[in-house]
């Protein structure tokens, strides 16, 4: 079945390390999202990417960086410079023709990231 | 900064009723999309709206969709107890170009009662 993929589920980070969290899709999708979600939020886009290679900044990408170096493959890495880390973190994909949105993103089942 | 904002925040009916939740939005949008999120699991695309169109069903599920008033609303009839979850709407921007992302609300906790 495609579908897209976060792990791993539960994660936990101590002060000052760096963390990488995973994102894989088998839905051939172009596009690639990771979105923060703290308790009684919505989502806060992080970072975005079009097409392989290159991504975007969204409206809180302080303290995170991401690659995508894989049609595939979006991993998000929370460094030790974005202070208050703790929240659940969802990743999504959706397929695009020349800018587009067809339809509705698909999104993965989350990493809830706490540091201890 | 977020676009879309639900009301009510959180709604509680019965099994059975029919469940209405609202979204606004402040700029010009190419689409409205209402999502599903299940307590602690990713969220769930349940319709898509466009700009031109003004009502849209979906088995149980019916959005509207006013241009004119920057709001759409989400219509649950004959709810169920499987409803239980939040409810986000999220616009797609009316820019061109490659650079697409979604903006979602803060969302509406809606419970359903056996």
């Known amino acids: 079945d495609g579908g897209i993929t976060q792990s791993p589920k539960y994660l936990f980070r101590k002060e000052g390390q760096n963390v990488t969290l995973s994102c894989e899709q088998n839905l051939n999708h172009d596009a690639m999202y990771w979105y923060r979600q703290d308790p009684g939020q919505g989502l806060r886009l992080i970072y975005y990417s079009q097409i392989v290679n290159d991504f975007q900044k969204g409206d809180i990408a302080e303290g995170y960086s991401v690659s995508r170096e894989k049609k595939e493959s979006f991993p998000l890495t929370v460094t030790s410079a974005q202070k208050n880390p703790t929240a659940f973190y969802l990743c999504?994909?959706?397929?695009?023709?020349?800018?587009?949105?067809?339809?509705?993103?698909?999104f993965g089942s989350g990493t809830r990231l706490t540091v201890v | 900064s977020q676009q879309g904002e639900e009301d009510p925040q959180a709604l509680s009916i019965q099994e059975g009723e029919n469940a209405t939740m609202n979204c606004s939005y402040k700029?010009?949008?190419?689409?409205l999309q209402w999502y599903r999120q299940n307590s602690g699991r990713g969220l769930v695309h349940l319709i898509l709206?466009?700009?031109?169109?003004r009502e849209k069903h979906s088995g149980r599920l019916r959005v509207t969709l006013d241009t004119s008033k920057k709001s759409s609303s989400l219509l649950i009839t004959a709810s169920r107890a499987a409803d239980t979850a939040s409810y986000f709407c999220a616009t797609g921007p009316n820019s061109g170009g490659s650079n697409y992302k979604l903006t979602f609300g803060k969302g509406t906790l809606l419970t359903v009662n056996p």
């Open positions: 700029t010009s949008i190419n689409n």
């Open positions: 999504a994909s959706s397929p695009q023709s020349r800018g587009t949105l067809r339809n509705g993103y698909t």
């Open positions: 709206i466009r700009s031109n169109e």
